[in-house]
């Protein structure tokens, strides 16, 4: 088959991203003429792509990078007149194909890049398949949220979403949450498959053996893992810990592992409140995975209304068998969270809470290591690429 992937923010393999749609491109191309479409600028690094063009060789997929200018800021004006330039050379770009896909399998967002992507496949008579990553506006209303006046802001972005949704003839999406929005407008998918973004359990142990920490110290470690913005609540962490170290309890320190436009407000924020904390920045893969290994407790601070589901970190917290702190209301995985006894949900926004159920797991060694073992199991369940990740080529390449 001639499978055409076009994922607007997924890595390329020479940055060491452990991405889905690399993940997919190279499991489909061993068998089938693949190409995947991305941009050249990095959403994760906001810079332009240093390309290894000998590593992309060596792949059994094609590589291609579009032209977008980029941004400095996720929320920004410049942000979405980059998204529509790369529309814009993209559309060029598929104009010129020298081959017909039979199959176009499309990250959603960004909508202007979908937006294009559907349009091609329609004209071409080409089968369509979303992969819903995120929502738009849904996320953005949820730093811009002003009544009425958001809702008017963002119905042409809302009004986009839809269109694509519609006309989709498959859709696969990281959340039921995320697949349930999307047939709200289009109830005549031929096939729907929620799977999470997960990970391959094989290569994260990997990671884990050559990379794990051993302390001789008698901390305990509360790890956070992903991007430093507005989405999440770190605040509530280190204001947990705070209440912790006031009633005598001071060997924790909080293990922050990522980068963001809040890095320097959350790093100010724990030294004045005078919380043992540490922020590592962006790291690779492998020593991110060793790190989370050798920390005792994860957290997943999300910030009231957000418009996430399930999200990257908490499948490498299932995959390190951590237990799990939880103050994200999305009850698909606050569901999770109870159904598996992988830690305890909180309160959102109430650091009391928080440091009440931060206590449990301090004082209850065993208590941590049962609740780990049992993320552990969700991993495998329902995180193993190696696993779920079937149903996706099958969907793929057997219409």
């Given at each position: ?271 004045k409140k005078g919380i043992n ?92 290591e049962k609740l780990g073992k ?26």
């Amino acid at each position: 088959m001639k499978i055409l992937i076009i994922a607007h923010f997924t890595g390329i393999p020479n940055e060491k991203d452990n991405n889905r749609f690399n993940y997919i491109a190279n499991i489909l191309g061993g068998n089938n003429k693949v190409e995947l479409i991305t941009s050249s600028f990095s959403h994760k690094n906001k810079k332009q792509r240093n390309t290894d063009e000998e590593k992309l060789e060596e792949l059994n997929y094609k590589v291609t990078t579009i032209y977008e200018p980029g941004y400095k800021k996720n929320v920004s004006i410049k942000r979405f007149y980059s998204h529509y330039i790369m529309s814009k050379n993209l559309k060029k770009y598929l104009f010129d194909l020298d081959y017909k896909p039979d199959v176009i399998y499309c990250a959603v967002p960004s909508l202007d890049v979908a937006k294009v992507s559907v349009q091609y496949a329609k004209k071409n008579n080409i089968r369509f398949i979303i992969d819903i990553q995120d929502l738009w506006p849904e996320a953005f209303k949820m730093i811009f949220n002003i009544p009425i006046i958001s809702d008017v802001i963002f119905y042409p972005m809302k009004k986009k979403a839809n269109s694509i949704y519609r006309q989709a003839d498959d859709i696969v999406a990281v959340s039921d949450t995320y697949m349930k929005r999307a047939t709200k407008v289009n109830k005549k998918y031929k096939n729907k498959l929620s799977v999470f973004l997960g990970t391959e359990l094989k290569y994260f142990d990997e990671c884990k053996e050559k990379n794990k920490k051993i302390y001789e110290d008698n901390l305990i470690r509360l790890s956070y893992v992903g991007t430093l913005g507005h989405s999440y609540d770190l605040k509530c962490i280190i204001d947990a810990i705070r209440i912790l170290n006031e009633k005598g309890i001071k060997n924790i320190k909080f293990v922050v592992i990522g980068g963001g436009p809040l890095k320097e407000y959350f790093e100010m924020y724990a030294l004045k409140k005078g919380i043992n904390c540490e922020f590592t920045g962006r790291i690779e893969y492998p020593k991110m995975v060793g790190l989370l290994c050798s920390c005792d407790i994860a957290v997943n601070p999300i910030v009231h209304n957000a418009a996430q589901s399930i999200i990257n970190k908490v499948g490498d917290y299932a995959a390190a068998g951590l237990p799990v702190i939880n103050t994200q209301e999305c009850k698909e995985y606050r569901n999770l969270v109870e159904n598996y006894k992988i830690g305890f949900n909180c309160k959102n926004g109430k650091p009391k809470d928080v440091a009440e159920k931060i206590k449990l797991l301090y004082l209850d060694k065993v208590l941590r290591e049962k609740l780990g073992k049992n993320n552990r199991k969700l991993a495998e369940e329902k995180f193993d690429r190696n696993k779920t990740y079937k149903k996706i080529i099958k969907l793929i390449i057997e219409d």
